[in-house]
């Protein structure tokens, strides 16, 4: 069993999470949570994370939203809008490395994919432990909320599984909600989550 106080929930959109739509609101409730992109329109996680242009849309107050300093500083973009009215953000610069997480305060490092600086800045807040729900960086790219498919090329979801694999794994105990995911990261059972 995972102790809630350590642990975070990181959800993407792959189409896993209509297989566990059932189980998301019990996972809200125990566990502290992000959001990546726009799955925080559907549910209300803690924190929000994205790092290219976003869609204007409504967030609750209670909301922190996480992106790179860039889009607020940039007024053609549609993030500054949403940046400029939300009180509750955390922007940071952002490092691109291949091998560590960075520790200075004021960045994040990303590598190819969003859950990347999700998980640097869970490590830099003390979190222990990481599970990933609708993050497989498999072959199928399909969102589960739209018809909408990621661009990956081979190479980078290749490099980005090793990223996620043997960098991020150094920092944080990082488990996979998806029984099916050929991510070699230990897997944890769903309803073990929802019953500690």
């Known amino acids: 069993m995972l102790n809630p106080k350590e642990t975070i929930i ?10 566990i739509r059932e189980f998301i609101p019990d996972l809200i409730k125990t566990y502290k949570t992000i959001g990546i992109n726009s799955f925080s329109w ?17 967030f609750d107050e209670k909301q922190t939203v996480i992106t790179d300093i860039r889009l607020f500083q940039n007024k053609k973009t549609r993030a500054y809008g949403v940046l400029k009215d939300t009180e ?15 520790t200075d305060d004021m960045r994040l490092n990303f590598y190819f ?11 830099k807040k003390g979190y222990k432990n990481v599970v990933l729900a609708g993050i497989e960086l498999s072959r199928d790219t399909r969102h589960f909320d739209s018809s909408y498919l ?24 990082i488990y996979q909600l998806d029984q099916n995911s050929t991510l070699n990261i230990e897997k944890i059972d769903i309803k073990d989550l929802i019953e500690c």
């Open 113 to 123: 994919h969003t859950p990347t600086m999700a998980m640097n800045w869970a490590y």
């Open 150 to 173: 990621a661009c990956w090329t081979d190479n980078k979801r290749i490099r980005a599984r090793k990223h996620l694999e043997n960098v991020c794994t150094k920092y944080l105990n």
């Open 10 to 19: 990181i959800f993407g959109r792959s189409m896993f999470i209509n297989e």
């Open 88 to 102: 509750n953000k955390e922007l940071y610069l952002v490092n691109k490395s291949e091998t560590e997480f960075t």
């Open 42 to 58: 559907i549910y209300r996680t803690d924190y929000i994370f994205f790092y290219d242009d976003f869609e204007p849309k409504l």
